[in-house]
């Protein structure tokens, strides 16, 4: 699988804050990216995709793409509790997901 | 987007022991995966599920220990066979609607004792 390096963490952000989320990704022919929400002991959820190089924005949440660089990030508007969770960025070359490690959020009331 | 049907959503099994999880699909799609998440790990691609075929494997799964069918364009199943304690992990399936998005169901999670 590709190779997908996200920003270590945990990162721990007071609310009402902007968390902020880096990944970057190996493979010069990935197609489109992924980020995930995913609280401890669920699934996955999808939060947001982009394949296009620029920002992307959906409610509190952004995506922003940068393909001659190789990053894609999210930010988080607003931070709340209910958005402490892990995020993992994933990204798709041919047909298969690869993910990062994960960057964990404590959103701090 | 599709709903994800995935059961069962825990199992405690006895070593050498065999689970077969399976994954249930409210439409028919034509990439399906499946996805291992070890304690305070990543999502590990075990291998996609093809509809007629046999499965393609990622490098370290091999069809004797996780053997999959897809019999159809809306089910599939994973097997882990020969249960140790290192496959306590969480088992995930997945489907892709185009290639902008990717969903999951509720996953599997599997304690080897």
């Known amino acids: 699988q590709k190779e997908v390096e996200q920003n270590s963490g945990p990162l721990s952000v007071p609310e009402g804050a902007i968390a902020s989320l880096n990944c970057t990704y190996s493979d010069r022919g990935s197609q489109s990216f992924f980020w995930y929400r995913q609280y401890s002991g669920k699934s996955p959820e999808l939060i947001m995709f982009i394949y296009s190089n620029g920002d992307k924005e959906d409610g509190r949440f952004t995506a922003q793409l940068n393909k001659a660089s190789q990053y894609v990030s999210l930010l988080i508007r607003d931070s709340q509790p209910s958005d402490s969770a892990t995020y993992l960025c994933?990204?798709?070359?041919?047909?298969?997901?690869?993910f990062g490690a994960g960057t964990t959020v404590t959103v701090r009331a | 987007s599709a709903v994800i049907s995935q059961k069962p959503s825990r199992d405690i099994c006895q070593r050498g022991t065999s689970l077969t999880i399976q994954c249930q699909v409210d439409?028919?799609?034509?990439?399906m995966f499946w996805y291992r998440q070890q304690p305070g790990q990543s999502l590990t691609l075990i291998a996609t599920a093809n509809q007629g075929s046999e499965a393609t494997y990622e490098s370290g799964f091999v069809i004797d220990k996780f053997p999959i069918s897809r019999p159809n364009l809306t089910f599939s199943t994973l097997t882990v066979s020969n249960m140790s304690p290192e496959d306590s992990s969480i088992y995930l399936c997945?489907?892709?609607?185009?290639?902008?998005?990717?969903?999951f169901g509720q996953g599997t999670r599997l304690t080897v004792v």
């Open positions: 439409s028919q799609v034509t990439m």
């Open positions: 994933a990204v798709r070359g041919d047909y298969k997901l690869s």
């Open positions: 997945s489907v892709d609607e185009g290639i902008t998005e990717a969903f």
